[in-house]
């Protein structure tokens, strides 16, 4: 799986039975996490979200879930401790999905953006963006159409960033559109993007370091191949 990333894509909304599994794996910080959300759905969701992270990590090390830990870097991102460190792992959730991605051997990232309604995405993308990409999104057909290609792009630029460990506002206004391989700037680097197909609304894409090819698998849930 080094030059392979894996991907799955689940419902955050689950059975009774499956939620409590999932709690039933996380540790005491993030149950404690999970619980400061205000509502019951957010804090379902953040549980579906790294519970499966959890299964799905333990899983490809052949380890119980609960076992694991992650340490956050210089920027806040987790990484797996030894002896788990050589799989990568990343981890995003965005309106009723979750996204879980794991690489050996290279650093991941995944981000999954739900397309708001509203709002003013040539705005945002001409203050944010690199001019080729206010441009496209500009040039949407229309205000649908125009949120879509803004939140494409924020999932590439995000996922990037994930794969990097770094800071997200240093680098929105790296160019994401034109290729597939991007360089961050903080931290400075190549990294290798790639689109997935999602359901409707949704935006996701994966990074992996460095500029060589890969292949995604892509999954709909914990085990359900595509």
């Known amino acids: 799986m080094r030059d392979a990333v894996r991907v799955w894509i689940v419902a955050a909304a689950v059975p009774a039975d499956e939620l409590a599994r999932y709690r039933a794996v996380l540790d005491a910080d993030e149950r404690d996490r999970a619980a400061r959300f205000d509502t019951e759905a957010l804090r379902d969701r953040f549980t579906v979200a790294h519970g499966a992270l959890r299964v799905l990590a333990g899983r490809a090390t052949g380890t119980s879930p609960v076992a694991l830990t992650w340490r956050r870097g210089r920027y806040g991102k987790p990484a797996l401790t030894a002896p788990w460190s050589g799989l990568h ?5 965005s309106g009723n999905l979750v996204a879980v991605a ?80 991007v360089e961050c700037v903080e931290p ?39």
């Open 89 to 93: 792992t990343s981890l995003s959730y």
């Open 102 to 181: 794991l690489s050996e051997g290279r650093p991941v990232g995944v981000d999954i953006q739900h397309v708001a309604p509203g709002g003013d995405p040539v705005s945002a993308s001409t203050r944010f963006f690199d001019l080729r990409e206010a441009r496209h999104v500009a040039a949407g057909p229309d205000p649908a159409g125009r949120a879509l290609r803004f939140t494409r792009l924020w999932a590439r630029k995000e996922a990037a960033v994930k794969a990097a460990g770094g800071r997200l506002w240093p680098n929105l206004g790296v160019p994401v559109h034109a290729g597939d391989v």
């Open 188 to 226: 400075a680097g190549p990294h290798r993007l790639a689109d997935l197909p999602t359901a409707a609304g949704y935006a996701v894409a994966v990074a992996l370091a460095g500029d060589r090819p890969y292949t995604v698998e892509w999954r709909t849930g914990p085990g359900h191949d595509r």
